[in-house]
T-cell receptor
């Protein structure tokens, strides 16, 4: 079983819909990251969370440490939101940064 | 502009021919790392560096070398590339491990080894 699981793997929605992508993890973490990867490959860091909720524009990220679960929400989705969204966690302690990645959620927003 | 610069963006090479992928950051970040991304496997860490002259293996270090002689540069060296190293590679940096800060990623290097 992977330490970081994302769902769904693929998601196709219509423009304007409210989108939710989920991330569950099975290890202790010091922080959780949401990343965005557009076609063409570049990765952009969207959020880093250790508790609570963060909002940036139409994007909202939440984390529940007790339940080991995080969600990424997109309000009023737009075709330019089409991308792969990747959840990653930092594991505390040890020599490595312990960045462990989920396999990503491929989101397509249709006009 | 704060950024991580990787070169080249695309590279096709032959088995056994040594190559270097460069990574440079202009943010004075202490931490740098290399990842490879493969279909179905996601991103996996190859090597990381917590500061100058401090490097360590990640999850998939076989076949790779790195060096950190200056804070800004963290090259990835493939001394004898093989086809199973065909992948999309990313370099990333972060201010420090102990500080909860986000990561800045390079634009990626798509490597094909034939």
């Amino acid at each position: 079983k992977n330490e970081v699981e994302q769902s769904p793997q693929n998601l196709t929605a219509q423009e304007g819909e409210f989108i939710t992508i989920n991330c569950s993890y099975s290890v202790g973490i010091s922080a959780l990251h949401w990343l965005q990867q557009h076609p063409g490959g570049g990765i952009v860091s969207l959020f880093m969370l250790s508790s609570g909720k963060k909002k940036h524009g139409r994007l909202i990220a939440t984390i529940n440490i007790q339940e080991k679960h995080s969600s990424l929400h997109i309000t009023a989705s737009h075709p330019r939101d089409s991308a792969v969204y990747i959840c990653a966690v930092n594991r505390p302690g040890g020599g490595a940064d312990g960045l462990t990645f989920g396999k990503g959620t491929h989101l397509i927003i249709q006009p | 502009e704060a950024q991580v610069t990787q070169n080249p963006r695309y590279l096709i090479t032959v088995t056994g021919k040594k190559l270097t992928v460069t990574c440079s950051q202009n943010m004075n970040h202490e931490y740098m790392s290399w990842y490879r991304q493969d279909p179905g496997l996601g991103l996996r860490q190859i090597y990381y560096s917590m500061n100058v002259e401090v490097t360590d293996k990640g999850d998939v270090p076989e076949g790779y070398k790195v060096s950190r002689k200056e804070k800004r540069n963290f090259p990835l060296i493939l001394e004898s590339p093989s086809p199973n190293q065909t992948s999309l590679y990313f370099c990333a940096s972060s201010p420090s491990i102990g500080v909860q800060r986000g990561y800045t990623f390079g634009s990626g290097t798509r490597l094909t080894v034939v």
